[in-house]
C-alpha cells in the first residue's frame, strides 16, 4: 500500500480530484498555503496499491497542465538601513503540481 500526498494548486483541484474519483481512487483534500508565494494550494492524500500509483501520477500530470509563469514584486532593500525599500519584479513558476509517495506500514478502513 502506497501514500501520495499531491500539492495541487487551488485552481486545478476540482478538475484533479474528479479525474483521480472516476478512476475509482480515494482521495482526501487538506486545504493548504504555500510558502513562498503565500497562495491556496490544496494537498491531496491518495491512498492507492503500489501497482496503481503510476496511473495516479499520471492523471495529476494530465490535469495540472503545463506549468504558468507569473511575475510578482519582490521588496528589496538596498544598503544596511532599511530606508530605501522599493520593489523589484521577479519571475516564478506556478501551477503543476509537487508529489510524494510513502509506503504505508500499517492501513485499516473501519
Do not use: W
Amino acid at each position: 500500500m502506497k501514500l501520495i500526498y499531491a500539492i495541487v494548486r487551488y485552481d486545478n483541484e476540482d478538475e484533479v480530484v474528479t479525474a483521480l474519483t472516476k478512476e475509482h481512487f480515494s482521495v482526501t483534500r487538506l486545504a493548504t498555503t504555500g510558502g513562498f508565494l503565500k497562495k491556496g494550494n490544496t494537498t491531496l492524500m491518495i491512498g492507492t496499491e503500489a501497482d496503481r500509483v503510476h496511473d495516479a501520477i499520471e492523471i495529476i500530470k494530465h490535469e495540472c497542465g503545463q506549468r504558468q509563469k507569473i511575475t510578482i514584486n519582490m521588496p528589496y532593500v538596498s544598503g544596511s538601513a532599511m530606508i530605501n525599500c522599493a520593489t523589484m519584479p521577479m519571475t516564478v513558476e506556478v501551477g503543476g503540481a509537487i508529489i510524494f509517495v510513502v509506503d504505508v506500514e500499517h492501513y485499516e478502513k473501519i
